[in-house]
């Protein structure tokens, strides 16, 4: 199947700064991917729609100016937290489409984000 | 308004014994993706069911697609300690630019 890694695996951070986090598609140009959260023992919630060459499509109660979603290229996106508090420490998942398949998406490992 | 109904929530059977995990919808879905996810990594595919009424088998797993395309069951066989985790259904709709629809997903463990 498809590959997509993530960068970092995980990350810790003071209160108050900034960590990116890159989704990479390996072996596939995505035009589109995802970026999820996931709180431990819950599924996956999902938080943003990225698009190539245009602006992310953010769902609702995320927010755009705190999570910044950028996607210059076919095969990677970056999820930005900005000034990053403790309640944003979370399990950050992204995903993308493989053209070539029946609508299916492959997940990225994760990055375990802890903000101290 | 959960879109994908899974149950049960959370399993815990011994090695050995068989197991089905059901997904549930009112809705149609163009396709349903079922993942398994272990703790602190990324949800990995297992299989995508496309058709009214499919059925996939992989292993020990046997996967079904409702002949409405509404729901689907994970049926595990004599199952083992290394199918322990998070089960996800996932279903698909019109395009595959947008998201996946996620039930709240099943909780396996199998103690041997």
């Known amino acids: 199947g498809a590959v997509v890694s993530q960068h970092p695996s995980w990350v810790i951070c003071k209160s108050g700064t900034s960590v990116k986090i890159e989704c990479r598609s390996l072996?596939?140009?995505?035009?589109?991917m995802f970026w999820y959260r996931q709180f431990p023992k819950q599924s996956l919630m999902l938080m943003a729609t990225?698009?190539?060459?245009?602006?992310?499509?953010?769902e609702q109660g995320v927010e755009k100016d705190k999570f910044l979603i950028n996607h210059a290229s076919l095969t990677l996106s970056t999820l930005t937290v900005t000034s990053a508090h403790p309640e944003d420490s979370s399990f950050y998942i992204c995903s993308a489409r493989d053209p070539g398949g029946a609508y299916e998406q492959y997940f990225g490992p994760g990055t375990r984000l802890t903000v101290t | 308004t959960q879109l994908l109904e899974q149950s049960p929530q959370f399993l815990s059977i011994q090695e050995g014994e068989n197991l089905t995990v059901y997904c549930n919808s009112s809705?149609?879905?163009?396709?349903l993706q079922w993942y398994r996810q272990e703790p602190g990594e990324g949800p990995v595919l297992l299989v995508t069911?496309?058709?009214?009424?499919e059925v996939k088998k992989l292993k020990r797993l046997t996967f079904q697609f409702g002949d409405a395309r509404k729901d689907s069951s994970l049926h595990i066989t004599a199952a083992q300690t290394g199918d322990t985790g998070l089960y996800l259904c996932?279903?698909?709709?019109?395009?595959?630019?947008?998201?996946?629809?996620f039930g709240k997903g099943t909780r396996l463990s199998v103690i041997a």
């Open positions: 996932a279903g698909s709709r019109n395009s595959g630019n947008t998201p996946l629809v």
């Open positions: 990225s698009n190539e060459g245009s602006k992310a499509t953010y």
């Open positions: 069911v496309v058709t009214g009424g």
């Open positions: 072996d596939f140009q995505a035009t589109t």
């Open positions: 809705s149609v879905f163009s396709s």
